[in-house]
């Protein structure tokens, strides 16, 4: 099966909330990541959780839940520059090494 | 704000050729990594490279495949025989060092197209 899950594809509007799910294998997790991705564009970084709770960092946060192998990311006061795919990633040894979930693609509407 | 460079933007090669892709980390960074995005699916990690060698490297990463840090800025991928399926967008990324394993910058990437 594949070692992290999440939903494919979100539609929400403007000024709306979006909750987007992972789920994990647990075997090799240092931690969680959330990437954001602009079509043609490089992943780039939006939150991490090493430990059970919740990290907010501006409109967005990231919870995670290491018993349940489960975290989410919460994009509130949705923008239309927010259409973009959302990855899941977890970090799997010391070294750093990063694993990507197949993505969610949100799409914001007016 | 620094930030992770790569060039070219685009390649395009002939089957069987030698390609080397470029990028130049940020400055005070200690560890590299290599990653590749097929189009339309998700980004495949390829390599991690830290004190001038590789740390651990994926399946995909066989023997066609090298990295370098020739000098003290520049960081390449080299595959050396170019198959088709190697069509893809190769990103580089970096972190600084210690045991903060969050944030990776990744760079613009480079898309390679063999024909």
């Known amino acids: 099966g594949q070692s992290l899950e999440q939903p494919s594809e979100v539609t929400a509007v403007e000024g709306a909330i979006v909750q987007i799910n992972c789920t994990y294998q647990?075997?090799?997790?240092?931690?969680l990541s959330w990437y954001q991705q602009h079509d043609g564009g490089a992943p780039t970084f939006l939150s991490y959780?090493?430990?059970?709770g919740l990290e907010e960092t501006g409109r967005f946060s990231s919870f995670l839940s290491r018993s349940d192998s489960y975290g989410y990311l919460l994009l509130q006061e949705l923008q239309m520059k927010d259409s973009a795919s959302y990855f899941c990633?977890?970090?799997?040894?010391?070294?750093?090494?990063?694993?990507f979930g197949a993505g969610t693609q949100v799409v914001v509407t007016p | 704000e620094p930030e992770v460079t790569q060039t070219p933007s685009h390649q395009v090669t002939q089957m069987g050729q030698e390609v080397i892709l470029r990028c130049v980390p940020i400055?005070?960074?200690?560890?590299f990594y290599w990653y590749r995005q097929i189009l339309g699916q998700k980004v495949e990690f390829l390599v991690s490279?830290?004190?001038?060698?590789?740390?651990?490297k994926s399946e995909i990463f066989d023997d066609q495949f090298s990295v370098e840090r020739p000098d003290g800025s520049n960081f390449t991928l080299k595959i050396r025989s170019t198959k088709l399926e190697d069509s893809a967008m190769y990103f580089c990324?970096?972190?600084?060092?210690?045991?903060?394993?969050?944030?990776?910058?990744f760079g613009p990437g480079t898309r390679l197209t063999v024909l």
């Open positions: 990324a970096s972190r600084p060092g210690g045991t903060n394993l969050d944030t990776q910058y």
């Open positions: 647990t075997s090799g997790f240092y931690g």
């Open positions: 959780n090493a430990l059970d």
């Open positions: 990633v977890r970090t799997t040894d010391s070294w750093g090494k990063l694993q």
């Open positions: 400055s005070n960074h200690l560890y």
């Open positions: 490279f830290y004190n001038n060698e590789i740390s651990e």
